[in-house]
């Protein structure tokens, strides 16, 4: 990973920004109680922890031909009773305020769609990036790479010039399909140019100044 060339770190949300296992488990959970359906198993969970909100539906109620209870629950229930329940990684706000004196954009890339916001403003992240996409914003979410080549459109940016930062076989492969560099955090059976299991570890990859000193 050439990191002199690199312009733009890019972040996906769901286990890399924030450890959101426990939030996401008692949401889908309690969309499935709503329907007389057993929680998720390990692997359901694995799954829609990647998924967008539309693919999870599909894949936990594939029974039903008309989906509209299910997203009248979700609205019910409300993503934001559990984002208090996501816990943010140690080291993150340090690692964007290197970022940004590095004079680098600071992005987010996520499978998350109208949630994002109201996360970043709960957990006093508003200010902290430079661009975020989510899935509403593309015609494609991960593993297409429509979100990275959003971000490098709206910086002229190379695809050489972007690290993604990500954690799921959907993050590899968008960073595959764009060209851009991929860092897998917390995966390390994940192909990656990279692997980094803390923010700081992250920081001395890029070779920023705070974490080389």
């Not at 910086?155 to 690290?163: C, E, S």
């Not at 060209?179 to 990656?192: H, N, S, Y």
Request: charged share 25%; with cysteine.
């Amino acid at each position: 990973m050439d990191t002199a060339v690199i312009k733009a770190v890019v972040f996906d949300c769901d286990g890399v920004m924030f450890d959101t296992a426990r939030a996401n488990r008692i949401f889908y959970n309690d969309v499935l109680v709503g329907f007389n359906k057993p929680p998720l198993d390990d692997e359901q969970f694995l799954n829609v922890h990647m998924m967008t909100v539309k693919a999870a539906v599909e894949y936990l109620f594939p029974e039903m031909d008309d989906p509209r209870p299910v997203y009248k629950m979700i609205k019910s229930i409300g993503y934001e009773s559990v984002v208090p329940f996501m816990l943010m990684e140690p080291g993150l706000i340090e690692l964007l305020n290197a970022i940004k004196q590095a004079g680098m954009v600071r992005g987010v890339a996520t499978n998350r769609t109208n949630t994002m916001e109201n996360v970043l403003i709960q957990h006093k992240l508003k200010n902290s990036f430079d661009i975020v996409v989510t899935a509403s914003d593309v015609a494609h979410p991960k593993p297409f790479p429509d979100q990275l080549e959003k971000i490098m459109e709206a910086y002229a940016l190379l695809p050489r010039q972007i690290v993604f930062i990500g954690d799921s076989i959907y993050d590899k492969k968008a960073a595959e399909g764009a060209g851009t560099w991929f860092v897998a955090f917390k995966q390390p059976g994940l192909e990656a140019h990279a692997h980094a299991v803390s923010m700081d570890e992250v920081g001395e990859l890029l070779k920023l100044s705070k974490y080389n000193s």
